[in-house]
């Protein structure tokens, strides 16, 4: 993770900047184990010295590289949407969408969700939604990439439905972009639903309901 980490956390408040290659490879030993971690706790409940632990590292290491906790938390955030946002561009760039058609492209969106919700950064992920009222909101950052997203779905689609106008396909799409997140992120929370990310069960569910949204004449 090197040169990603090199990366993002110049940006973020609280993580001090690393220069030295060692100090590097331990700010990404961190961040590796921090992911993991919240794969088994919340992050309430995730102490420094389990970071220590897993990563193998000293609590004088941790605290030369994060401020506190939230600054260690924020890196987090930033390390799970910079590798989202390569899977994102890779799967459904400009380029990538252009060679699909527009049910490939809603199948591959479907996809494309469920792989990063289901993802090595799930818990990071159902930390943020979880923090989606504190004052600083938690999903804000997801959020953004998110909008990215539903609106490269508009551009490459809302003209491949002559049947309708280009608002009202426009509409549907972020109907059916909302459906998705919006059950992706149920299921990211509550593990008792019958159809989840566990299994092919909820991505087969999703691209029928909105394969059956799009085909509807209905206007929404």
Not at 18 to 41: C, H, P, T, Y
Not at 57 to 69: A, L
Not at 103 to 126: M, N, Q
Not at 150 to 173: F, N, W
Request: one cysteine or more; aromatic letters at 8%.
């Amino acid at each position: 993770m090197n040169k990603r980490s090199t990366e993002f956390t110049k940006s973020v408040e609280g993580v001090f900047d690393v220069r030295q290659d060692r100090s590097q490879k331990s700010l990404d030993a961190f961040i590796e184990s921090g992911i993991a971690l919240l794969n088994q706790m919340r992050f309430d409940e995730l102490k420094v010295s389990d970071l220590v632990r897993h990563s193998g590292r000293s609590v004088g290491s941790f605290y030369k590289r994060f401020e506190d906790k939230e600054a260690f938390f924020r890196a987090l955030q930033m390390s799970a949407v910079a590798r989202d946002r390569r899977i994102i561009e890779y799967r459904l760039g400009r380029e990538r969408l252009s060679s699909l058609s527009p049910p490939e492209v809603l199948d591959e969106l479907v996809d494309t969700l469920a792989d990063i919700f289901s993802s090595e950064v799930r818990g990071v992920l159902k930390e943020s939604l979880l923090r989606i009222l504190d004052p600083e909101d938690g999903w804000a950052l997801m959020r953004k990439s998110g909008q990215d997203i539903q609106q490269g779905i508009v551009d490459r689609l809302k003209d491949a439905y002559p049947d309708r106008s280009s608002s009202e396909t426009e509409r549907k799409l972020r109907f059916c972009y909302q459906v998705v997140v919006g059950v992706l992120q149920n299921d990211l929370v509550n593990d008792y639903h019958a159809f989840s990310t566990t299994d092919q069960s909820v991505r087969s569910a999703l691209k029928a309901v909105i394969a059956d949204h799009m085909k509807s004449t209905s206007s929404y």
